[in-house]
């Protein structure tokens, strides 16, 4: 059998396997007109200017609205999109402090979350600012703040009601005097409301 046989095969498999059979609490997905509040955590790989990659840990708050009325209507992919924003903060770990925030989109893979329900497969991109405060030996501190942009993967994982588990993997990438990659693993509480 082929290589590319083995690859549609095994990508048919999934697709049937994926496709949703049931909605575990279906109001409480990533529907229409909700607006949900997520703590996490956070751990980067932040990509140090001195060229090193140091782990850091931090905490982050994001506030996420599901679509309203006007995209109601429409009855595709970006049904149950939400749009919000993001705040991330690591206190001085190693010699370096962050602060990452601005504005994201979810885009749900799916029309229904899968595995009896109990899973919501995602995407999400985001665009804001990611500061820097890093000590130096000697000269002070130097600080600077550039345009970031953080495409991701994740799931929703139902747990009781509107509360969920989400968990995230982003790839913060800063536009500085050099471009940076900034992998950042986040999971925490999301409350729908």
Do not use: C, W
């Amino acid at each position: 059998m082929s290589q590319t046989r083995r690859i549609a095969l095994l990508a048919s498999a999934f697709a049937l396997y994926a496709a949703p059979t049931r909605v575990h609490a279906q109001d409480d997905t990533m529907g229409p007109s909700r607006v949900s509040i997520e703590g996490f955590l956070a751990q980067y790989m932040f990509d140090n200017p001195g060229g090193d990659r140091e782990g850091i840990g931090g905490v982050g708050v994001r506030a996420m609205l599901g679509r309203g009325d006007v995209t109601g209507t429409l009855n595709n992919f970006f049904q149950r999109a939400k749009a919000g924003v993001f705040l991330v903060y690591t206190a001085d770990q190693k010699d370096v402090s962050t602060l990452h925030f601005g504005g994201q989109a979810d885009f749900p893979l799916f029309a229904a979350p899968v595995l009896n329900g109990y899973v919501d497969p995602f995407f999400s991109l985001g665009a804001g600012a990611f500061r820097v405060s890093q000590e130096l030996t000697g000269s002070g501190d130097r600080v600077f703040t550039d345009l970031a942009v953080t495409p991701a993967i994740g799931a929703l994982f139902p747990l009781t009601g509107a509360i969920k588990f989400r968990g995230d993997i982003r790839d913060g990438i800063v536009f500085g005097d050099d471009r940076t990659n900034n992998f950042v693993f986040d999971g925490g509480i999301s409350v729908g409301f």
